[in-house]
Nanobody, 123 residues
Framework: QVQLVESGGGLVQAGGSLRLSCANS????????MGWFRQAPGKEREFVAA????????YYADSVKGRFTISRDNVKNTLYLQMNNLRPADTAVYSC????????????????WGQGTQVTVSS
C-alpha cells in the first residue's frame, strides 16, 4: 500500500530555495519509481521530476532542469525535491507520486499521489 505524505512547502522569495519531502505512511515505497508533480491554480497537473528505484536515474521537466534536484533515501523511505533559484512561475501545489513499477517514469506510469504541499514564490 502507498499513502504518500508531503512536507516542506511554504512561502519564499524569488531566488530562494526549499526542500520538499515525501514519505509513505504505510511503510517502504515498495521498489517503485517515484516522482514529483505540480498543479498551479487554473492549470493542469504537470510533471516535474522522477527517479527510478534501481540505478537512481533522474528525469526533469525542461522548466526545472538545473534548478531542481530529485533524490531518494531508500533506507529512510523518503523522497526529496531540492528546489533552488525559485521563480514566481514555480508557485503551485507540489505532490509526490508512486509509479506502478521500478522503472516507469512516464506520467501515465504514476498511479498514486499525495495530498500535496503548497509552494508560493513571491517576486
Amino acid at each position: 500500500q502507498v499513502q504518500l505524505v508531503e512536507s516542506g512547502g511554504g512561502l519564499v522569495q524569488a531566488g530562494g530555495s526549499l526542500r520538499l519531502s515525501c514519505a509513505n505512511s504505510e511503510g517502504p515505497f515498495g521498489g517503485r519509481a517515484m516522482g514529483w508533480f505540480r498543479q498551479a491554480p487554473g492549470k493542469e497537473r504537470e510533471f516535474v521530476a522522477a527517479i527510478r528505484f534501481i540505478g537512481g536515474r533522474t528525469y526533469y521537466a525542461d522548466s526545472v532542469k538545473g534548478r531542481f534536484t530529485i533524490s531518494r533515501d531508500n533506507v529512510k523511505n523518503t523522497l526529496y525535491l531540492q528546489m533552488n533559484n525559485l521563480r514566481p512561475a514555480d508557485t503551485a501545489v507540489y505532490s509526490c507520486a508512486a509509479s506502478r513499477t521500478p522503472f516507469g517514469v512516464d506520467p501515465g506510469d504514476f498511479y498514486s499521489w499525495g495530498q500535496g504541499t503548497q509552494v508560493t514564490v513571491s517576486s
